[in-house]
T-cell receptor, first 117, second 110 residues
Framework: GAVVSQHPSWVICKSGTSVKIECRSL??????MFWYRQFPKQSLMLMAT?????????EQGVEKDKFLINHASLTLSTLTVTSAHPEDSSFYIC?????????????FGPGTRLTVL | AQSVTQPDIHITVSEGASLELRCNYS??????LFWYVQSPGQGLQLLLK??????LVQGIKGFEAEFKRSQSSFNLRKPSVHWSDAAEYFC????????FGAGTRLTVKP
């Protein structure tokens, strides 16, 4: 159990277009979902935290108007990269937690590779 | 500031040799601690985690880690490395506010 999927697994787009990435918890309800970005040969950097039905909380330095996050249901969160530029090319990983409490283990999706031409 | 440090960027070991990957954390109190493995182009797989209790934690794939409060460390070990263990390893700390180390790339020589 606790499987998280992402779609698409990779996407190539032209500069200036918008791209939507989906993150789904397949067999549990996710109280919170997280979005990370990972540049080549670097670590994961948290971009934002989202709770179902609430506005996402963005980390310092992450443009909320550029990276739109919607957590419309307990099993789906979407990240939309608006007006994408080559510097947005990265590996985007989501994770989800499934239980309330002091600590909620994060279950990670397989990631989405975004390449902006 | 809360942080996780992995001092070794790249480690090369021979197949069958033992392995130790280092991780140090800087937190006000002992955080939850994790080790993840990432193969190229893939997401993260949890190897093991420490919340409290026994300081020696057993994980999947024959990995273990030891929590040492006095050294603020949570080093990952494996007694005999297999070629399939070649990957990127991340130490992480925290809970919902998780911080990752920079990662250690493991290369396994035949």
């Amino acid at each position: 159990g606790a499987v998280v999927s992402q779609h698409p697994s990779w996407v190539i787009c032209k500069s200036g277009t918008s791209v939507k990435i989906e993150c789904r918890s397949l067999d549990f309800q996710a109280t919170t979902m997280f979005w990370y970005r990972q540049f080549p040969k670097q670590s994961l950097m948290l971009m934002a935290t989202s709770n179902e039905g609430s506005k996402a909380t963005y980390e310092q330095g992450v443009e909320k108007d550029k990276f739109l996050i919607n957590h419309a249901s307990l099993t789906l969160s979407t990240l939309t990269v608006t007006s994408a530029h080559p510097e947005d090319s990265s590996f985007y990983i989501c994770s989800a937690t499934r239980a309330a409490g002091t600590y909620n283990e994060q279950f990670f999706g397989p990631g989405t590779r975004l390449t902006v031409l | 500031a809360q942080s996780v440090t992995q001092p070794d960027i790249h480690i090369t070991v021979s197949e069958g040799a033992s392995l130790e990957l280092r991780c140090n954390y800087s937190y006000g109190a002992t955080p939850y601690l994790f080790w993840y493995v990432q193969s190229p182009g893939q997401g993260l797989q949890l190897l093991l985690k420490y919340f409290s209790g026994d300081t020696l934690v057993q994980g999947i794939k024959g990995f273990e880690a030891e929590f040492k409060r006095s050294q603020s460390s949570f080093n990952l070990r494996k007694p005999s490395v297999h070629w399939s263990d070649a990957a990127e390893y991340f130490c992480a700390a925290g809970g919902n506010d998780m911080r990752f180390g920079a990662g250690t790339r493991l290369t396994v020589k035949p």
